[in-house]
């Protein structure tokens, strides 16, 4: 099966590009985003994958306000041959200038929500350590995830209004992955297996001249799985990065730690403190404070009917709005979020987001069942 990346010299394998390497149904390539006003005024999301063995693409877009709705659009189809084709009925992402601008429209649907808006890179592109989580004997993740962080412009329209998004206002994360992770419907047949915990922890956050970036995931017991922290510079403008893809100058620390306090009775962070630990054992403490909550359940995150790589049709169209407020937190589907967060140092003021998820049992924070909340 060919497609017409094959007439570029990119090859990794001996087989045509729309041949992945490993036969794991779960295999996927994702393209996602946030925006978020400096101010905590609005966040809104962006996702959209490709599931080759599954023959699936599917996409979201979600936006929410304070004391507000939290809208939803949702579409899949069959997916294409050619994987520029990065589109679900109304809804499309354009790669505009590779690592450097993309852009992202959503037209009339029954949802009513639309936008048109345009991201534009701050960050060389970063990539994260590789990814690999098991289960027993099996690779149930074994992702590569690339980040840059940069600023939007553009427009959005929803149910409740509409917001005009400013670049000197909204800034947001591009995070380009693929590999292998579980998604879509779960297989059937063999050995019963007892059912997998997680806990996930992600803190993008935007200084005045840079970036800072923590990645963790943890065991049951707060044993350290995927561990990463770093910084980067941060360009006045898209046109001021240098050539090239990366520029060099991304500093990886030597460890992280994190400390999260949890809302009483829920997973949700309260706040939370992330240690960077550079190379000569020098402890930067930044303190965070949430201001406006999403839920990723609004990307498909843990859908209960939109999840990620499950065949809804030749082309399927949804939407939903939801007061975020009135959720049970406890409840599967809404334990992975997004917070925008104020950030500081003790020294300098930032911002950013903390993405979050734990199911099942995690000592450090004392949950013991797979969906008890944190004691008051």
């Given at each position: ?42 966040y ?7 599931y ?25 189809r ?12 109304p ?8 690592m ?44 590569t ?15 409740d ?6 670049e ?11 590999g ?16 997998n ?27 350290q ?5 770093l ?133 450090p ?12």
């Amino acid at each position: 099966m060919l497609n017409k990346f094959d007439d570029y010299p990119i090859h990794q394998t001996a087989e045509p590009l729309a041949h992945p390497v490993t036969s794991d149904r779960n295999v996927y390539d994702r393209t996602w985003f946030n925006g978020y006003a400096r101010d905590g005024s609005y966040y809104f999301g962006v996702g959209m994958a490709i599931y080759p063995h599954r023959g699936i693409l599917d996409g979201a877009f979600s936006v929410v306000q304070p004391n507000g709705r939290q809208h939803c659009f949702y579409g899949s189809r069959r997916a294409p041959t050619e994987r520029s084709e990065m589109q679900v009925g109304p809804y499309r992402i354009e790669v505009v200038k590779p690592m450097r601008q993309a852009r992202v429209v959503l037209e009339n649907n029954p949802s009513g929500i639309t936008c048109e808006l345009t991201f534009s890179a701050r960050t060389a592109a970063i990539e994260e350590k590789h990814q690999t989580l098991w289960s027993g004997a099996r690779r149930v993740m074994d992702a590569t995830r690339f980040d840059q962080f940069g600023r939007w412009q553009g427009w959005i329209r929803h149910p409740d209004g509409e917001i005009q998004v400013d670049e000197e206002v909204c800034l947001g994360t591009k995070d380009r992955s693929w590999g292998v992770r579980g998604v879509g419907e779960p297989e059937a047949g063999g050995a019963p297996t007892r059912p997998n915990g997680i806990f996930f922890l992600w803190a993008p956050l935007i200084w005045e001249d840079h970036i800072t970036h923590a990645i963790f995931f943890d065991g049951p017991h707060g044993e350290q799985l995927v561990r990463e922290g770093l910084e980067a510079p941060l360009y006045p403008s898209e046109a001021a990065l240098p050539p090239g893809s990366e520029d060099g100058f991304c500093q990886r620390m030597a460890t992280a730690a994190h400390r999260v306090q949890y809302h009483p009775g829920t997973r949700l962070a309260k706040s939370a403190e992330i240690d960077l630990v550079d190379l000569h054992g020098k402890t930067r403490t930044i303190a965070l404070e949430p201001i406006l909550k999403f839920q990723m359940k609004g990307l498909g995150y843990l859908h209960p009917d939109w999840g990620q790589g499950m065949w809804k049709g030749e082309l399927e169209l949804g939407g939903e709005s939801f007061d975020p407020r009135q959720l049970d937190m406890l409840a599967r589907e809404n334990l992975h979020v997004q917070q925008v967060v104020r950030a500081s140092d003790g020294e300098s003021e930032g911002i950013g987001v903390l993405e979050q998820i734990c199911i099942g049992p995690y000592a450090p924070a004392g949950f013991t069942d797979f969906f008890d909340g944190a004691k008051g």
